[in-house]
C-alpha cells in the first residue's frame, strides 16, 4: 500500500500532466481552427468555465489534499516519534501525554506545511495563468491575422512554452526547483521537524535536558560541524553547548538543521553512555567540518544524483511538448532537439541506477 506522502506525490504529478493535456489541447485545437473558431476558443481559454477556470479547479483540487495531509499525518508522525522516546528509554509502558505543548508544536507543523505548499500551489498557479493566458492569446491573434502560417506560430508557442518553465518554483533562496520536487521537499522537510520536535518535547517533558544530534555517512557541510554531538535543550547545562547553537538556532525555530536534512535529535542519558566522558568532549570541540573524505565523497555523489533526478522531470515536460507536434510538423531544429532530448533520457536514467547502486554499495562499507 501507497503512504499517504506517496499518495500526494502522485497526485501533484497527475495535475502536472492533466494541466499540460489542457494547454496542449488548446494548442491542438487552435492549430485546427478556422477564425470563428479561433474567437469561440480564445474566449474559452479567458472564461470562467474554460481552460484556464480548469486549471484554476486542479489547483485548488491540490489544496485540498495538502490540508487533509497536513491535519491527518503530522499528529500521527509526531505521536510516533514521542512512542521512540519512550522505547528508547526503556519506559514504554509508561502512559503518553500530549500536553499544550505538543499541541501547539502540532499546529504549528500543519500551519507551516499546508502554507508552504499552498504558496506554491499559488505561484504556479499564477504563472500558468498570466503567462499561458497571455500567450495563447497572442498566439490565436497572430493566427487570425496571419491566415494560413500556423504551423510555424505553434512551432513557435510550443517552444516559447517549453521556455517558460510553467511548473519551476524558486524557493527561498532563488534555488529553481519543479513543483513535484518542490511539494517533495517540503513535506520530507515537516516530516523530519515533527519527527526532531516530538523528540525534544518529549524528552523534556520527562525532565530529561539532553539530546544527542544522528551522526551519518553522507551528511552535508552544514552538519558536519554539528552531528554526533550533544546538547542541552535549555542552555543551561554547564557541561554541553546549548542546542540553539546549532546553525544560528535553526532547531529551536524549525526543528530541523536545513531543509531536506535527514538528521534525527534523541534524548541522551549520560549514565547509560559507556563513552559519556569522551562523548561530552567531543560534544564541547570547537565547531568545525568531522566529515571524513569519504563522508563528503558519499554526499557529493548523492547531491548529483538529486540534479540529475531534477533533469529527469524537465527533460519529461519539454518531451511532452515537442512531441504534441506530428513529425511532420516539427522544425529541423526542434526534431533535432527531440532527438538530443531522447537521447539524454536514457543516458540519465541509466546513470541514475548505476549510481544509486554504486552509492549503495559505498554505504555498506
Ligand atoms: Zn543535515
Redesign the pocket.
Given at each position: 500500500m501507497l503512504t499517504f506522502e506517496e499518495n500526494l506525490i502522485i497526485e501533484y504529478e497527475k495535475s502536472k500532466k492533466r494541466i499540460m493535456d489542457i494547454i496542449i489541447a488548446d494548442i491542438v485545437a487552435l492549430e485546427t481552427a478556422t477564425d470563428a473558431k479561433i474567437v469561440t476558443l480564445t474566449n474559452h481559454i479567458k472564461m470562467k468555465t474554460g481552460s484556464l477556470a480548469d486549471i484554476y479547479k486542479i489547483l485548488t483540487k491540490l489544496n485540498v489534499n495538502n490540508y487533509r495531509f497536513a491535519k491527518q499525518v503530522i499528529p500521527h508522525i509526531y505521536t510516533k516519534s514521542q512512542q521512540e522516546v519512550l522505547k528508547l528509554l526503556d519506559i514504554s509502558d509508561k502512559l503518553l501525554e500530549f500536553t499544550t505543548v505538543d499541541e501547539k508544536a502540532v499546529l504549528e507543523l500543519q500551519q507551516r506545511l499546508y502554507e508552504n505548499l499552498a504558496i506554491a500551489n499559488k505561484s504556479v498557479g499564477l504563472k500558468i495563468i498570466s503567462q499561458y493566458e497571455e500567450e495563447m492569446v497572442g498566439y490565436a491573434t497572430r493566427q487570425l491575422t496571419s491566415g494560413g502560417k500556423t504551423k510555424e506560430l505553434t512551432r513557435e508557442f510550443l517552444d516559447d512554452l517549453q521556455k517558460k518553465d510553467i511548473f519551476t518554483i524558486s524557493d527561498k533562496n532563488g534555488k529553481k526547483l519543479n513543483s513535484v520536487a518542490y511539494a517533495k521537499m517540503n513535506i520530507k522537510t515537516t516530516y523530519s521537524s515533527a519527527i526532531n520536535i516530538a523528540s525534544i518535547n518529549q524528552t523534556v517533558e520527562l525532565d530529561n535536558d539532553l539530546v544527542r544530534m544522528s551522526q551519518?555517512h553522507s551528511?552535508?557541510e552544514?552538519?558536519g560541524l554539528y552531528?554526533g554531538r550533544v546538547y542541552s535543550v535549555s542552555g543551561n547545562s554547564t557541561k554541553y553547548r546549548a542546542l540553539s547553537e546549532i546553525n544560528d538556532g535553526a532547531i529551536i525555530t524549525w526543528g530541523?538543521?536545513?531543509p531536506?536534512?535527514?538528521?534525527r535529535f534523541t534524548p541522551y542519558v549520560p549514565t547509560l553512555d559507556d563513552n559519556a566522558e569522551e562523548q561530552q568532549k567531543n560534544s564541547n570541540k570547537a565547531f568545525s567540518d568531522n566529515r571524513s573524505e569519504a563522508s563528503i565523497k558519499s554526499y557529493n555523489k548523492r547531491q548529483e544524483i538529486n540534479r540529475w533526478n531534477n533533469e529527469v522531470n524537465k527533460n519529461k515536460e519539454s518531451i511532452k511538448i515537442l512531441e504534441t507536434l506530428p513529425k511532420i510538423q516539427r522544425s529541423q531544429k526542434q526534431q533535432e532537439q527531440l532527438k538530443k532530448l531522447k537521447k539524454r533520457r536514457s543516458i540519465l536514467k541509466k546513470s541514475i541506477i548505476d549510481k544509486n547502486k554504486k552509492w549503495e554499495m559505498d554505504k555498506g562499507s
Open positions: 551519518h551528511s552535508c552544514v552538519c552531528q530541523i538543521v536545513h531536506n536534512c535527514r538528521h
